[in-house]
């Protein structure tokens, strides 16, 4: 199906994307923040994810319980996220319901009251959060994965802060905060379904703000100096150990993107990948094994998870490690490059389908790259996709030096051992 987009701007700064899609019964409207964890600091480590869970808790129209049966009692869903780069606040509903959602959204996000009472409540659940988190080594790792790569850097610190810097934020800082991010000309709203273009801008025209020419501050641009491998071991008591390693990858819009994408597919995406076959199927050596990619506006990550038996550690590790070798050294088949590309292309296909899935696309784009590509614009880019870029982008990523493991697990004096088998050479 051809989806056509309209982006518009307001004259308040608020820019708007829309995917109307007249034969879904439903509706999903998201209003994006370009606020995250990557503009904080040490001090406040948090901020963003505490200010997503506050705006939850009453507004000047709703009050904490009135938010979420506004929308549940009419069927719909609400939630919010907060990544790196974005905080996202949405509803997927009814269509016929669009009105109440834009009023529950815009009142949350524009005039929530921040009671006292509900912050000190608030301030308690996310610390049992951060302790969760580290109470569960198939997370953790991953967070002990991204002090490699961005050491002493807002990328590296977890989004949802520590118990240090979220115990110090005070009422005043997250309305400071909210007052400096929390605009129209930081904001954008993304909406895909049934509904009438000319009535939402209508109703969105009549939103004003005061803060229409605000500029926030951006983020400091990711550092990758790393001139050796890199291995950050935690000793524990588990029955298996969680492994991540992680290399320095592409920005979100590098024109090699797609071969990625198409890397990933290939290395660790799903069941008939190489590491699923080789490390599960063949060996039985991992019961969760795959690939992750991660996409910031000036960098990226390439990672390889997997829990794996203690007594086959190093084992694993080699295999791992083969099998990036080989796709270093080998172009891929034009069998298996011809099925990965049907699957990368499917997954966004079947994606669009849903509702909620479109408005996410095209909200963080515009969010992102100020523009949304088509899924025509994607099939084309796709198509010119070569096997020989997929060997290129592998051989760009896949070095030593840009080499990164982290592990959770009953590991003992084993590190030097683990380190020594960190080489992608011959």
């Not at 507004?59 to 919010?80: D, V």
């Not at 011809?338 to 696309?361: C, N, P, S, V, W």
């Amino acid at each position: 199906m051809n989806y056509t987009y309209k982006k518009q701007e307001l004259e308040s700064g608020l820019k708007v994307v829309s995917c109307r899609m007249p034969s879904r019964q439903s509706l999903a409207l998201g209003i994006w923040l370009k606020i995250g964890g990557r503009y904080e600091s040490a001090f406040n480590k948090g901020i963003s994810h505490f200010l997503e869970h506050l705006l939850f808790k009453g507004s000047r129209k709703f009050s904490c319980r009135s938010i979420k049966e506004s929308i549940e009692g009419i069927g719909g869903s609400l939630n919010a996220f907060t990544s790196e780069e974005f905080t996202c606040y949405w509803v997927k509903i009814p269509s016929h319901y669009i009105e109440k959602a834009l009023d529950v959204l815009f009142d949350m996000v524009n005039h929530p009251l921040f009671p006292p009472g509900e912050i000190v409540k608030e301030k308690a659940v996310i610390l049992e959060e951060v302790k969760m988190y580290r109470d569960q080594p198939q997370s953790y790792v991953h967070e002990l994965l991204d002090l490699l790569l961005w050491k002493e850097q807002p990328l590296g610190m977890p989004i949802i802060g520590t118990e240090s810097s979220v115990g110090r934020l005070e009422r005043r800082d997250l309305l400071e905060f909210k007052k400096l991010y929390y605009v129209p000309s930081n904001a954008v709203l993304s909406i895909a379904g049934d509904f009438d273009y000319r009535r939402l801008i209508r109703k969105l025209a009549g939103k004003p703000s005061k803060n229409k020419c605000a500029t926030p501050p951006g983020f400091l641009k990711a550092r990758e100096r790393q001139g050796k491998p890199q291995l950050k071991i935690l000793e524990k008591d588990t029955e298996q150990t969680h492994m991540a390693l992680g290399f320095h990858s592409l920005r979100r819009d590098h024109p090699l993107k797609h071969a990625l994408a198409i890397l990933h597919v290939i290395l660790g995406a799903n069941m008939s990948s190489r590491l699923f076959e080789e490390l599960r199927e063949k060996r039985g050596l991992a019961y969760e094994i795959g690939t992750q990619l991660r996409r910031f506006s000036d960098t990226g990550s390439f990672n390889v998870h997997a829990g794996i038996d203690n007594r086959k550690v190093t084992q694993t590790i080699d295999l791992i490690l083969r099998e990036l070798k080989k796709i270093k050294a080998e172009k891929v088949g034009a069998r298996e490059f011809r099925r990965a590309k049907e699957f990368y292309l499917g997954q966004i296909l079947l994606a669009l389908e849903d509702t909620l899935e479109h408005m996410l696309f095209i909200g963080e784009s515009l969010c992102a790259l100020d523009k949304v590509h088509t899924l025509q614009d994607i099939i084309k880019e796709v198509d010119k996709v070569r096997p020989q870029d997929v060997q290129a982008v592998a051989n760009d990523i896949f070095r030593e030096e840009k080499m990164n493991l982290s592990m959770i697990g009953p590991l003992g004096d084993n590190e030097p051992r683990i380190y020594n088998h960190l080489c992608l050479r011959g």
